[in-house]
């Protein structure tokens, strides 16, 4: 593994995985350039190093070729952030003369990886009532031509950076596959770099007291994140959706507020094993509870454990919201992940943006703050505070894996 400071890209052409895939509008106009401002450090220095730009990224989901997910709309826009022209491929599979032309100082963008089926390895397009012989058979063709599809890729280049962590804990062509060609010539970007030295803070270096802070709606999608966590933290705040099936695994009334019935053996077992291990859990108090779910529904504040019949949990309440900054301000490490209250409805939104607010706090108090997660990190930047903590993550999925305490494929493969 390279080091992309120390790595001497004169005269080379890097093939780079970035994570393009930036919100487009119905005219395809960028509505939020984050992931590319966000990549733009790593590129600018394999250019102002003396080498050349192969950029790669997919954008939405497509199942085939669709000038809807073209990359060709954001060319423009990347060319001026990276203060160089661009070129486009057409075709990510057929550039050979293109990626062979780059001189030093000059990029050349990809269009969409995912137009392939081979980018995901996964089988398309197969019949409904296809047969689990013709799903294996389509899965072994698919990974067949995978090889090819990555071996391409790969010829275009002399190194090879990752620095998408948004698809790092996917093991695709492009995210990781790839890397097997460059064995020393691999290296993650900035990007990247930050992203891991964000999370090694958390659960490898953290200072205590450690609290962190989960919420959003189902047990059942933080229930390894929540495992994981418990023997490295000092502090648990448990809120959102998911805090309701805690509430009631203490025996709470939580009216007609989400939760899952089949997960409450295993939020007891949580519970019990904080305490055991002497952690502090902290679920909210008191909640903000409507008879509807709507934001326009008139709403009460009530105790957590006493919600009544036909009103649910929308957000945290004030008290939970004092109960917690208090812990938040007294914590030298803070990780986020997961709004409170339903954030998307602005009523309900207090809780959340309560909680941005704080981390911010206690970041100028001297506090490591990591923050995760969409509402979270909208939270954050709703406020006005993305630059008030330490590091917001531009990984959903990946930043959850990660603090499950999976190893990423992006991550692992340039490390292997
Ligand atoms: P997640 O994707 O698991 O992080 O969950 C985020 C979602 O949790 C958001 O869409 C929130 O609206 C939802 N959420 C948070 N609190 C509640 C609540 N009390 N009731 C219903 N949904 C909630």
Same mark, same amino acid.
């Given at each position: ?14 093939i ?14 960028? &509505? ?25 990224? =997919? ?48 990029? $050349? ?5 995912? !137009? ?34 990555t071996r391409?890729l790969a010829s275009?280049a002399?190194? !090879? ?17 790839i890397?097997?060609y460059f ?24 200072? =205590? ?67 055991? $291990? ?11 509870? &409507? ?61 959340? $943006? ?15 703050? $990591? ?46």
């Open positions: 593994m390279q080091n992309i400071d120390t790595y001497d890209f004169t005269g080379k052409k890097a780079v995985r970035v994570d393009f895939n930036v919100p487009l509008n119905e005219n395809f106009e960028i &509505t939020d350039d984050t992931r590319i401002r966000r990549a733009m450090p790593t590129l600018k220095k394999v250019l102002e190093k003396g080498g050349s730009l192969i950029i790669m990224s =997919h954008l939405g989901r497509p199942k085939k070729v669709d000038p809807k997910f073209s990359l060709r709309h954001i060319v423009k826009h990347v060319s001026e952030c990276l203060g160089a022209p661009v070129a486009f491929a057409p075709d990510c599979q057929k550039a050979d003369e293109m990626a062979a032309a780059l001189k030093p100082g000059e990029a $050349l963008l990809l269009e969409n990886l995912r !137009y392939y089926a081979e980018e995901e390895g996964k089988p398309r397009g197969l019949a409904e009532d296809a047969t689990d012989e013709e799903k294996a058979a389509a899965k072994k063709a698919v990974k067949e031509s995978q090889k090819e599809f391409k275009y002399d190194c !090879y950076i990752n620095d998408a962590f948004g698809t790092a804990h996917r093991a695709h062509a492009s995210t990781a596959l890397a097997k064995p020393e010539d691999k290296m993650f970007g900035y990007l990247m770099e930050g992203e891991i030295k964000a999370i090694d803070n958390v659960l490898k270096n953290a200072q =205590h007291p450690f609290t962190a802070i989960i919420g959003g709606s189902k047990v059942s999608s933080k229930l390894a994140v929540l495992e994981n966590l418990l023997p490295k933290v000092d502090n648990l705040i448990i809120g959102g959706g998911m805090g309701y099936t805690f509430i009631k695994a203490e025996g709470g009334k939580i009216g007609d507020s989400l939760h899952e019935d089949d997960l409450i053996p295993q939020a007891q077992e949580i519970l019990a094993k904080a305490k055991e $291990l002497g952690k502090k859990v902290y679920l909210s108090v008191q909640t903000r509870v &409507t008879q509807a779910f709507d934001n326009e529904a008139p709403s009460k504040l009530v105790p957590s454990h006493e919600i009544p019949d036909g009103w649910e949990g929308m957000d945290c309440g004030p008290k939970s919201s004092e109960m917690w900054r208090e812990v938040i301000l007294a914590s030298k490490t803070v990780l986020w992940n997961g709004p409170v209250g339903v954030f998307e409805m602005p009523n309900f939104a207090v809780g959340t $943006l309560q909680i941005a607010k704080d981390l911010a706090d206690a970041t100028a108090a001297g506090a490591y703050t $990591l923050v995760g997660g969409g509402d979270s990190v909208a939270a954050v930047t709703q406020m006005g505070y993305a630059d008030k903590v330490s590091y917001v993550s531009t990984g959903g999925g990946a930043m959850l894996e990660a603090i499950e305490g999976k190893d990423l494929p992006g991550i692992a493969a340039i490390r292997d």
